[in-house]
């Protein structure tokens, strides 16, 4: 578990950090990253880099590369 954004690749820290809690009971869950607006704003381009090259896949493209996330995902659910 990693307490840390990932923007366009890498992991980023930042300086200050958020608590988060479960609100069923109040746990701490952990705490993340509260990125400067130069952060922010990298978080931004790149998502939006992001877009621009996704929705130029095809449908079944997108369906491989989502369901491959699946098996990953169901493959290590116990961590």
């Known amino acids: 578990f990693k307490e840390e954004c990932f ?3 890498k992991w980023v820290a930042g300086k200050e950090k958020i608590e988060v809690f479960n609100p069923a009971n109040q746990a701490l869950i952990g705490k993340v990253p509260d990125l400067s ?9 790149a998502a939006y880099t992001a877009f621009e ?6 449908g079944k ?8 996330w699946y098996n990953l995902i169901m493959k290590n659910q116990e961590d």
């Open 53 to 58: 090259k996704w929705k130029k896949l095809t």
């Open 7 to 9: 923007v366009n690749g």
């Open 37 to 45: 607006q130069a952060n922010l704003k990298q978080t931004i381009d």
């Open 61 to 68: 493209e997108r369906g491989k590369i989502l369901r491959n």
